[in-house]
């Protein structure tokens, strides 16, 4: 019996080895689109920090969670993932204004 758990534990560690690869791919590809809109705010002459945007972005992801995930834990989660974007936003709009500002 006990070999047993422990091939059920081995495949639901594997199980999230691979969904970890998938939030990896997904957290990547969050970034890429975060740069860009950085890169537009920058033309649009917007600030990178956008509250009501955020607010949006924590309503929508709260309202969808079917759990187990407590709505205050999937907040903290996305605060961070938020946190990071707005970071990658303000250095793709750096990057954007040396590039311009270049002779």
Known sequence: MNNHL???LERWRDKIDVIDSELVRLLNERARCA???????LILGLDAYSPEREEEVMKNVTTSNPGPLSLQALRRLFERIIDESRSIERLAMMRKKNRQDRP
């Open 6 to 8: 422990t091939e059920d």
């Open 35 to 41: 740069e860009e809109i950085g890169r537009i705010k």
